[in-house]
């Protein structure tokens, strides 16, 4: 049983630039978050995805946006990407109870 | 944005030591989490406590659900090397996780 999927495993970008992350849930699971993590801190909530809506929303700008699929699978995009962008972007699914992590992609903007 | 308030930042301990972290919150909560997470790799849960005063145990590992809801201790007893990696404390609330800052675990040989 496959966990949850992360691709690609690392980026690299510009600044100004636009960048779409993917996830694929654990199996089972129909509920998809994104989490933003900086270097040496903790993971930061942006956004959970549930029957192909967004249903909770982080304190991050409209330059973030998500999207998911029937599949369950969803995407991570962010627009005008800034220096500040540069993280380990999360994924967690879950149905019902806790959230699984998928390994992340890192993201880096020059 | 919010960040849990977790200590100790980090600590340095010897092989077979038992080890104690803790983690605080201004706002209550319904569920707390606790997770390792390895470099490179996304955080991997431990123990989920889903009531107030609840002990849990997973092995070496014991954690507690704060009477208050507001916060959480976890312990591990007898530490191996691989328990080396960073602990973070999760709360739950409205479905969404808000992460504590982590503890470094680092074993001296």
């Known amino acids: 049983d496959a966990g949850v999927t992360q691709s690609p495993t690392h980026l690299i970008k510009t600044r100004g630039q636009q960048v779409t992350l993917r996830c694929s849930p654990k199996s089972g699971h129909d509920t998809v978050s994104w989490y933003q993590q900086a270097l040496g801190q903790g993971p930061q909530f942006i956004f959970q995805y549930y029957e192909e809506e967004e249903r909770q929303r982080g304190n991050f700008p409209d330059r973030f946006s998500g999207h998911q699929f029937p599949n369950y699978s969803s995407e991570l995009n962010v627009n005008a990407l800034l220096l500040g962008d540069s993280a380990l972007y999360l994924c967690a699914s879950s149905f019902v109870n806790e959230q699984f992590f998928g390994p992340g992609t890192r993201l880096t903007v020059l | 944005g919010q960040q849990l308030n977790q200590s100790p930042q980090s600590m340095f301990i010897q092989e077979g030591e038992d080890v104690s972290m803790n983690c605080t919150s201004s706002?209550?909560?319904?569920?707390w989490l606790w997770y390792k997470q390895d470099p490179g790799e996304g955080p991997v849960l431990l123990i989920a406590l889903y009531k107030a005063g609840e002990l849990t145990s997973n092995g070496r590992l014991t954690a507690q659900f704060g009477i208050t809801r507001k916060d959480s201790f976890l312990n591990i007893s007898a530490s191996i090397p691989s328990d080396v990696g960073i602990y973070f404390c999760?709360?739950?609330?409205?479905?969404?996780?808000?992460f504590g800052t982590g503890t470094r675990l680092t074993i001296i040989p």
């Open positions: 706002s209550i909560f319904n569920t």
């Open positions: 999760a709360g739950r609330g409205n479905e969404k996780l808000t």
